[in-house]
């Protein structure tokens, strides 16, 4: 079983909605908690980052949430934009990994017109 | 400044032979991390360079090895190439430190045949 779950899977919005995408995990302890966007064929970039002593960090339309008791983090997109199609990755470094990000299976964004 | 490059962008090997991937960080980092990323998979922990040295290792065949040269570039080589080795190669540089941003390069696409 995967130590980093996504949901969900895929998901399709018209262009100006907001939606939420849901991250659950059981690595433990972490250091913190990422999130990446990916588009196709181009390398993950950096969206945010959170301690595990954080429980918001916002990134322009972008906000993150985590509660480390429920092991849950969100990613919050407001007012999408076609730009905005693309995987996003939910990525937890466990305490002691130093850089061994575990990564989620991602869940792929499409915003239509 | 210049960010992470991975060179070459594709490259197409035929099963049983070699190859050697390289990457150069952002200037200043010393970090660097290799992944595999496959549509299966998704992305996956390959071992972590710092200062020359191995940091960190995943759950890759010995196959798969890697090494970091002073001025911090890297290089990851794969032997007796399997078809299931094709995948997006991505290393990612960092300064230090479990929280300290990752920053990705495109990758390498490499495909086995």
């Known amino acids: 079983k995967n130590q980093v779950e996504q949901s969900p899977q895929s998901l399709i919005i018209l262009e100006g909605k907001n939606c939420t995408l849901q991250?659950?995990?059981?690595?433990?302890?972490?250091?913190?908690l990422r999130w990446y966007k990916q588009d196709t064929g181009r390398g993950p970039v950096s969206l945010t980052i959170?301690?595990?002593?954080?429980n918001t960090k916002s990134n322009g339309r972008y906000t993150a949430t985590l509660d480390a008791d429920t092991k849950q983090s969100s990613l919050h997109i407001t007012a999408s934009q076609l730009s905005d199609s693309a995987s996003y990755i939910c990525?937890?470094?466990?305490?002691?990994?130093?850089?061994?990000?575990?990564f989620g299976t991602g869940t792929q964004l499409k915003v239509e017109l | 400044k210049a960010g992470v490059t991975q060179t070459p962008r594709y490259l197409i090997k035929t099963r049983g032979q070699q190859v050697t991937l390289s990457c150069s960080p952002i200037?200043?980092?010393?970090?660097v991390s290799w992944y595999q990323q496959t549509p299966g998979q998704g992305l996956q922990f390959l071992f972590e360079?710092?200062?020359?040295?191995?940091?960190n290792k995943g759950n890759f065949p010995g196959r798969f090895s890697g090494r970091q040269f002073s001025n911090s570039r890297s290089e990851m080589n794969v032997s007796t190439l399997e078809l299931g080795d094709s995948a997006l190669y991505l290393c990612?540089?960092?300064?230090?430190?479990?929280?300290?941003?990752?920053?990705f390069g495109q990758g390498t696409r490499l495909t086995v045949v």
């Open positions: 990612a540089s960092s300064l230090n430190g479990p929280n300290t941003e990752a920053f």
């Open positions: 991250c659950n995990y059981t690595v433990s302890p972490f250091s913190n």
């Open positions: 959170m301690t595990f002593s954080e």
């Open positions: 990525v937890v470094t466990p305490t002691g990994g130093g850089n061994k990000l575990t």
């Open positions: 200037s200043g980092h010393r970090s």
């Open positions: 360079y710092f200062s020359e040295t191995q940091r």
